[in-house]
Each structure stands twice: as structure tokens, then as C-alpha cells.
């Protein structure tokens, strides 16, 4: 699997070079190398030490970003390893070679989560079909045949997606690399009968009922402030005071917090991806519920373990980096400790009952406060960077659907056009 490049080589790969400073079409900087064309699409120009030039078009600036930090990947891995004598070829490379690969370097910036789904979606389904295929022998036929196998032995729909989105990723990267040329996936159908469980947003009056009956609840204020900001549960729950500013009537959010139960511990990581790092404006609603406990941060009940310095890998700027758990903005006003994210949905599915209205999870209130928004006219593209997705297709296709009453209240619009 391994060759050496020899001295040519070594000179195409010795540096990397990009092109000018690009802007889209409102003026704003777009990066080296990348710049945006009359009609929307984004370009992204890549220069090899030796003066061969690479590029590519694409629909949005992140993806043409993250196509250039590929590239300059590539090359300086192919340096280090020329330098050596030993550099990768992949052209025999198993689909599981180039998944530890894969693993190796490119998942350095994704969640704990997410990296443990990939592999335990490759362990368990993608490796027992392809695994030992060389890379360029895959074709779309295996993955129809992994997802259909899925189907066949009763997985959920959203595991199913789950395994389709890593083989996703993991080709896409061997295309950005040039191993191979066409995307397996292309082709492949979701298997019929398998349908997403969709998230669903509450209705306004399930929103109002929802509210009224948690007023009861120590947990109303957490309720109400995902409800006004989006934020993930865990995001929510590591969120700390030096994170907050009331001048600017903002909050940042830089990480995120849960608790693992096999080892009985907390641990913070980075947002989902690196879109996950943003700032979010404050509404008054959210202003007026931070402003409400930092009056009691001093006085609130605060357990011994609470005094805990927790530490984690900043993804976007490559640091390490910590913080006291004392700092934390939401913590139980029983335990002293902040709220696991089963505790959460448990309560809620509590209130839910006595409300007499479907049951629900955390999750549900961060997709409420996009179809809010939406309902409201905000930008998509607005939505997007206030939740922190990488895509806008995110936002559009995930979290943005229309309720009955949007619908009736659009037809309704017409009557006064």
C-alpha cells in the first residue's frame, strides 16, 4: 500500500500556494483562494507548488472552505510522508483502511457523539459489506444492499440514515482526495417503507399550554430560554457566565456539556461542528431570564462536585480549554448540579400528561423556535447561523416545516394583497 514518490514528486508537493483574497458579491471576504461568480456559486482555486492549478464550484461558501483546507491537507500529509519515503497510495485501499484513515483525520473536528455513531454504524453495517472492497471497486449497488440489509433486520429509519450519512461523508472525502471520481451513494434509493421519524414543533396553543403548565416547574426558565434562543440541550447546559454579555445583549457559544452514564461523569466538548461556534442575539424574554438568575448566582444552592474544572478540545481554533462547572448558568435548585438531558425530557413528558398534550423532548423546543421564526419571516439564512448549521438545506429541510396554521394563516395573506 505504500510507495515512494520519488524526487518529481517531492517538488509538486514540496509547497502549496492558494490565490488572492476573495469577496462575495456584497463585498465580504470570503478567504484565499476563494471567490463567488455573478450567478451565485462559489469557486475555489487551489495552486500546487509546482504552478498546477486546481478548482471547483460550489453552491455554498462551506463547503468551498472545507474543499481548500482538504486540499492543504492533502498536500502537506503527502510532504511529511515523502520527506520519509513513504508516502500513501491508495490505490488498493480497502474501504476499511480508508475508513481508519478517514477516522484518523478528518473526524478531529466533529462531536464525541457523531464520531461514535460513525463507528459503530461502520463496525456494525457498512464494514460486514464493503470493508474489505478496495475503495475504487465500491459501487452504488453495495450501498443499496447495506441500506436494504438495515431494513431487512428492523433497524429504526433514523439509524438507516444515520449509516447513509457516514458512508456520505467518508466517499466524499476520497472524491475531495481524487481516489476516486464518482460518489457511490449516487443512485441509491431510501429503502421503501422506511420513513424518517420527522421532529415535530409544537403548535402555538401546545406551545401556550406547554408553557403555562411548566410555570410550576424549577425547570420553567430553561424551557423558556431554548424556546427564545434554539440551543441544543447540551449547548443549553454548558452554557457559562463569561459567555453572556448583557451590553451586547448576546451569548456565545463555544461549547457544550453532557453527562456519560457508563462512567458516571460530566464532559465538555465543542459545538456539533464548527458552525456550531456563533453568537446568538437575545431576545428580551432571554435577556430577562439570564438577568433573573445571575440576581441569585451567589446565593443558589451549589454541591461540592459543582466545584469542577472541566477541560476540552476548542475544535475551531485547535486549543485546549476549561472552565469551572461553579460558572455554569443553569443548575438544579435541589442538587446544586446541572440537569442531565434525560432529566429534562423526562419532566417534560411529565407536564406533557398533565397538560393533556402529546409527548415531547428537549429537541422539540429548539425546532419550535425555528418554525417560530420562520412563521415570524426571519431569513433562512439568519435561522441558520442563529442555530448553528453548517448548511442552509440543514435548516430548510430539518428544522423549517409548515404547521396547518401557517398554512391557513398564508392563505389568508391573500385577501389583503
Same mark, same amino acid.
Given at each position: 500500500?505504500?510507495?515512494?514518490?520519488?524526487?518529481?514528486?517531492?517538488?509538486?508537493?514540496?509547497?502549496?500556494?492558494?490565490?488572492?483574497?476573495?469577496?462575495?458579491?456584497?463585498?465580504?471576504?470570503?478567504? +484565499?483562494?476563494?471567490?463567488?461568480?455573478?450567478?451565485?456559486?462559489?469557486?475555489?482555486?487551489?495552486?500546487?507548488? %509546482?504552478?498546477?492549478?486546481?478548482?471547483?464550484?460550489?453552491? #455554498?461558501?462551506?463547503?468551498?472552505?472545507?474543499?481548500?483546507?482538504?486540499?492543504?491537507?492533502?498536500?502537506?500529509?503527502?510532504?511529511?510522508?515523502?520527506?520519509?519515503?513513504?508516502?500513501?497510495?491508495?490505490?488498493?485501499?480497502?474501504?476499511?483502511?480508508?475508513?481508519?484513515?478517514? %477516522?484518523?483525520?478528518?473526524?478531529?473536528? &466533529?462531536?464525541?457523539?457523531?464520531?461514535?455513531?460513525?463507528?459503530?454504524?461502520?463496525?456494525?453495517?457498512?464494514?460486514?459489506?464493503?470493508?474489505?472492497?478496495?475503495?475504487?471497486?465500491?459501487?452504488?449497488?453495495?450501498?443499496?444492499?447495506?441500506?436494504?440489509?438495515?431494513?431487512?433486520?428492523?433497524? /429504526?429509519?433514523?439509524?438507516?440514515?444515520?449509516?447513509?450519512?457516514?458512508?456520505?461523508?467518508?466517499?466524499?472525502?476520497?472524491?475531495? @482526495?481524487?481516489?476516486?471520481?464518482?460518489?457511490?451513494?449516487?443512485?441509491?434509493?431510501?429503502?421503501?417503507?422506511?420513513?424518517?421519524?420527522?421532529?415535530?414543533?409544537?403548535?402555538?396553543?401546545?406551545?401556550?399550554?406547554? &408553557?403555562?403548565?411548566?410555570?410550576? $416547574?424549577?425547570?420553567?426558565?430553561?424551557?423558556?430560554?431554548?424556546?427564545?434562543?434554539?440551543?441544543?440541550?447540551?449547548?443549553?447546559?454548558? &452554557?457559562?457566565?463569561?459567555?453572556?454579555?448583557? #451590553?451586547?445583549?448576546?451569548?456565545?457559544?463555544?461549547?457544550?456539556?453532557?453527562?456519560?452514564?457508563?462512567?458516571?461523569?460530566?464532559? /465538555?466538548?465543542?459545538?456539533?461542528?464548527?458552525?456550531?461556534?456563533?453568537?446568538?442575539?437575545?431576545?428580551?424574554?432571554? &435577556?430577562?431570564?439570564?438577568? +433573573?438568575?445571575?440576581?441569585?448566582? !451567589?446565593?443558589?444552592?451549589?454541591?461540592?462536585?459543582? #466545584?469542577?474544572?472541566?477541560?476540552?478540545?476548542?475544535?475551531?481554533?485547535?486549543?485546549?480549554?476549561?472552565?469551572?462547572?461553579? @460558572?455554569?448558568?443553569?443548575?438544579?435548585?435541589?442538587?446544586?448540579?446541572?440537569?442531565? $438531558?434525560?432529566?429534562?425530557?423526562?419532566?417534560?413528558?411529565?407536564?406533557?400528561?398533565?397538560?393533556?398534550?402529546? $409527548?415531547?423532548?428537549?429537541?422539540?423546543?429548539?425546532?419550535?423556535?425555528?418554525?417560530?421564526?420562520?412563521? /415570524?419571516?426571519? @431569513?433562512?439564512?439568519?435561522?441558520?447561523?442563529?442555530?448553528?448549521?453548517?448548511?442552509?438545506?440543514?435548516?430548510? !429541510?430539518?428544522?423549517? #416545516?409548515?404547521? @396547518?396554521?401557517?398554512?391557513?394563516?398564508?392563505?389568508?395573506?391573500?385577501?389583503?394583497?
Amino acid at each position: 500500500m505504500w510507495y515512494h514518490f520519488g524526487v518529481r514528486a517531492l517538488s509538486f508537493f514540496e509547497q502549496e500556494g492558494v490565490g488572492n483574497m476573495g469577496k462575495s458579491l456584497k463585498g465580504k471576504e470570503l478567504g +484565499e483562494g476563494i471567490s463567488q461568480r455573478s450567478d451565485g456559486y462559489y469557486v475555489a482555486r487551489f495552486r500546487y507548488g %509546482n504552478g498546477r492549478r486546481k478548482q471547483k464550484v460550489f453552491t #455554498d461558501i462551506n463547503s468551498a472552505k472545507q474543499w481548500m483546507i482538504d486540499k492543504k491537507f492533502q498536500v502537506n500529509h503527502y510532504v511529511t510522508n515523502v520527506v520519509k519515503e513513504n508516502a500513501p497510495d491508495f490505490t488498493n485501499t480497502t474501504v476499511a483502511e480508508w475508513y481508519n484513515y478517514w %477516522n484518523e483525520f478528518y473526524n478531529k473536528d &466533529l462531536s464525541p457523539n457523531t464520531i461514535r455513531n460513525y463507528r459503530e454504524r461502520f463496525n456494525r453495517n457498512i464494514f460486514p459489506v464493503i470493508g474489505n472492497l478496495r475503495l475504487t471497486d465500491v459501487r452504488s449497488i453495495h450501498c443499496q444492499m447495506i441500506l436494504n440489509n438495515m431494513k431487512d433486520e428492523g433497524y /429504526a429509519a433514523g439509524t438507516v440514515y444515520q449509516t447513509y450519512i457516514c458512508m456520505g461523508v467518508l466517499f466524499k472525502a476520497a472524491i475531495n @482526495n481524487d481516489i476516486i471520481i464518482k460518489h457511490p451513494l449516487t443512485g441509491v434509493t431510501y429503502p421503501k417503507g422506511l420513513k424518517r421519524k420527522t421532529i415535530r414543533a409544537l403548535t402555538i396553543d401546545e406551545q401556550k399550554t406547554f &408553557l403555562k403548565i411548566a410555570e410550576r $416547574s424549577h425547570n420553567k426558565l430553561q424551557y423558556r430560554f431554548v424556546l427564545q434562543t434554539g440551543l441544543r440541550t447540551g449547548e443549553m447546559i454548558g &452554557l457559562t457566565w463569561d459567555c453572556v454579555d448583557f #451590553d451586547k445583549k448576546e451569548i456565545r457559544i463555544e461549547k457544550q456539556m453532557e453527562y456519560r452514564y457508563g462512567n458516571q461523569y460530566w464532559r /465538555a466538548c465543542s459545538p456539533k461542528t464548527i458552525s456550531g461556534f456563533r453568537t446568538v442575539p437575545l431576545s428580551k424574554e432571554a &435577556l430577562d431570564i439570564l438577568m +433573573e438568575i445571575y440576581k441569585t448566582k !451567589d446565593i443558589r444552592k451549589k454541591a461540592p462536585e459543582l #466545584d469542577c474544572v472541566l477541560t476540552y478540545m476548542d475544535t475551531k481554533n485547535h486549543v485546549e480549554k476549561s472552565f469551572n462547572m461553579k @460558572n455554569l448558568v443553569f443548575i438544579n435548585y435541589r442538587t446544586g448540579m446541572p440537569n442531565k $438531558s434525560s432529566s429534562y425530557d423526562t419532566h417534560i413528558d411529565k407536564l406533557c400528561k398533565e397538560a393533556g398534550i402529546k $409527548s415531547f423532548g428537549m429537541h422539540v423546543l429548539r425546532h419550535t423556535f425555528a418554525t417560530r421564526c420562520i412563521e /415570524a419571516g426571519m @431569513n433562512p439564512k439568519t435561522l441558520q447561523k442563529i442555530l448553528g448549521h453548517a448548511s442552509i438545506k440543514t435548516t430548510m !429541510d430539518t428544522y423549517v #416545516d409548515v404547521t @396547518n396554521e401557517s398554512l391557513h394563516e398564508g392563505i389568508e395573506l391573500l385577501s389583503v394583497i
